[in-house]
């Protein structure tokens, strides 16, 4: 039997579809939506798959997929052979951090790429160095606007 509500249950699919709309799996997607919603921010596997009406497969190979992203974390307890899945949202300075790194490795190659272009696609080219610039703009100010808002809670 589920234990979330109406409204809970209607707040796990949207931020499914939101998620899915970005790119992720359905599966992936709703157990995010799981574990931000729910009211326990911690489920075993069993759980996760009957709140959901998953698949063990599928549940398997999101979690494993979401472990790996480092979106979620699991603990056990002692005792207790199970493993308790819970987001990982204390970690999001860390990830988003990441993503930075991945987006600078992305631009330089970017820029090899523009170097070799030809110069008969003007246009194609300018909005691809454009790309570019934005993105190490991205690179220089996210690091600063997080330092602003940490300053801001202070």
Not at 15 to 22: F, I, N, T
Not at 73 to 95: C, Q, V
């Amino acid at each position: 039997m589920s234990k979330l509500k109406e409204k809970q249950k209607q707040l796990v699919e949207r931020v499914g579809v939101a998620h899915e709309r970005e790119g992720l799996p359905p599966a992936v997607a709703r157990i995010l939506g799981l574990l931000l919603v729910a009211d326990e921010t911690e489920h075993t596997f069993e759980e996760i798959q009957a709140e959901l009406g998953l698949s063990k497969s599928a549940v398997s190979n999101a979690l494993n997929f979401l472990l790996m992203s480092k979106s979620i974390e699991y603990i056990t307890r002692p005792g207790d052979r199970k493993r308790y899945f819970r987001s990982a949202l204390h970690i999001w300075p860390d990830h988003l951090s990441v993503k930075l790194k991945g987006m600078l490795e992305i631009k330089a190659v970017l820029s090899e790429i523009l170097a070799q272009r030809t110069a008969d696609t003007e246009e194609f080219n300018l909005h691809f160095a454009e790309l570019i610039d934005f993105m190490g703009f991205m690179n220089s100010e996210i690091p600063k606007l997080i330092d602003q808002w940490k300053a801001s809670r202070k």
